[in-house]
Structure formats: structure tokens, C-alpha cells
T-cell receptor, first 109, second 115 residues
Framework: GQNIDQPTEMTATEGAIVQINCTYQTSGFNGLFWYQQHAGEAPTFLSYNVLDGLEEKGRFSSFLSRSKGYSYLLLKELQMKDSASYLCAVENSNYQLIWGAGTKLIIKP | EPEVTQTPSHQVTQMGQEVILRCVPISNHLYFYWYRQILGQKVEFLVSFYNNEISEKSEIFDDQFSVERPDGSNFTLKIRSTKLEDSAMYFC?????????????FGPGTRLTVT
């Protein structure tokens, strides 16, 4: 079967750094996405990894290890507006996006 | 900045009725998708569409569902006979799928409530 695992919920402090992990088992791999979703809204794109390594984009970075079926999203200098769910999604060899259940990130002052 | 739009924002229908959810993808995008998200659950892939035909569909996308691109701008999802369990948020997405980007741009969603 196809499976994406990520923690259900994490809590962090404003200004701090948080790492959200994602492990996956899918039928093939074309790339891994991280999306942010605020409650009641559509997912918005954060990052895309297709090769191993770290992709940095401002306060957000995403890492991929294809051999380990593992990725993480790193958020630095946390702001209150970063409180949201973070969704890990893998595009399989059939070009379908398989989604994790999301990690709800709670930022405290 | 171009964006994906969806109408209506909220649709209430009775069980057994047909509904059509509408999407206008970003104009130069070539790949279109429908997803659904039941309240509190994960996003689920329904179908992808390219070159005027379905390219992939999930197990959820059974004979009750159909998609169409009736003109050059709209992309619709039809549910023929709605069931209570079809109540969900339905997201449309589009992508240029060029060599440098595989990003899917999501519309704001249509909340479907089946009573």
C-alpha cells in the first residue's frame, strides 16, 4: 500500500525553529511536496524536492532522502501566522499526489 | 497574479441529486486535478486531466464521477447521484508541469454538503 506518515501535532515557540518529519512508502517516486493549509482554506505550495538534499527558500527549508523515504520541513524564526497544518505529499509513478494527514503546528508566544 | 477559481464556494444538495462543481484553471496551465478533503481528514486525489482526457484516477473516482472541459476555460466535476459520504471540500488544481516546476496551484475549494 501507499503510506505517508507525519506527526499529528507539534507545538513551538514564536521565534524558534521547528522540524516536521515525513516518511513515505509509495509506488514509485516522482517528487515530494510540502504544502501549508490554514483551517478552511486551500493548500498553498511551500516546496518541491526531487533530488536528495536540502532546498532552502527564505525561512523554510525542505530536505529529502530518497533512499530512506524521508523528508523534513524546517521552519525558522517562527511567526504566529505560521500556525497551520503542514502537508507532505508524494507524487507517485502514476503522477498521483498521495497526501499525508498533515501536521498541525501550534505556535505559542 | 493569476489564480484558480472555483464556484460555488458552498453547495448544499439532497442525497441522490446531481451536482456540478466548476473550476477555472490558470489560463496557460495544461494539467488539471480534482481533490477532495473530508472535514478533519487528509486530502485525497480524485482525478487528473490532460489534453482533454483523464490521465489518472483514483479508486474513489467511480462511475458516479465525471470530469469535463466543456470550453477553453472551465473544468468541471460532476457527481451523478450524491451520497452523504460525498460531503467534503472539493479542490481543483492546475499545473504547468514544466521542467522547472511541478507546483500545483489550488483553488479556494467548494464545500459540498449532502443532506
Amino acid at each position: 500500500g501507499q503510506n505517508i506518515d507525519q506527526p499529528t501535532e507539534m507545538t513551538a515557540t514564536e521565534g524558534a525553529i521547528v522540524q516536521i518529519n515525513c516518511t513515505y512508502q509509495t509506488s514509485g517516486f516522482n517528487g515530494l511536496f510540502w504544502y501549508q493549509q490554514h483551517a478552511g482554506e486551500a493548500p498553498t505550495f511551500l516546496s518541491y524536492n526531487v533530488l536528495d538534499g536540502l532546498e532552502e527558500k527564505g525561512r523554510f527549508s525542505s530536505f529529502l532522502s530518497r533512499s530512506k523515504g524521508y523528508s523534513y520541513l524546517l521552519l525558522k524564526e517562527l511567526q504566529m501566522k505560521d500556525s497551520a497544518s503542514y502537508l507532505c505529499a508524494v507524487e507517485n509513478s502514476n503522477y498521483q499526489l498521495i497526501w499525508g494527514a498533515g501536521t498541525k503546528l501550534i505556535i505559542k508566544p | 497574479e493569476p489564480e484558480v477559481t472555483q464556484t460555488p464556494s458552498h453547495q448544499v444538495t439532497q442525497m441522490g441529486q446531481e451536482v456540478i462543481l466548476r473550476c477555472v484553471p490558470i489560463s496557460n496551465h495544461l494539467y488539471f486535478y480534482w481533490y477532495r478533503q473530508i472535514l478533519g481528514q487528509k486530502v485525497e486525489f480524485l482525478v487528473s486531466f490532460y489534453n482533454n482526457e483523464i490521465s489518472e484516477k483514483s479508486e474513489i473516482f467511480d462511475d458516479q464521477f465525471s470530469v469535463e472541459r466543456p470550453d477553453g476555460s472551465n473544468f468541471t466535476l460532476k457527481i451523478r447521484s450524491t451520497k452523504l459520504e460525498d460531503s467534503a471540500m472539493y479542490f481543483c488544481a492546475s499545473s504547468p508541469r514544466g521542467e522547472s516546476t511541478y507546483e500545483q496551484y489550488f483553488g479556494p475549494g467548494t464545500r459540498l454538503t449532502v443532506t
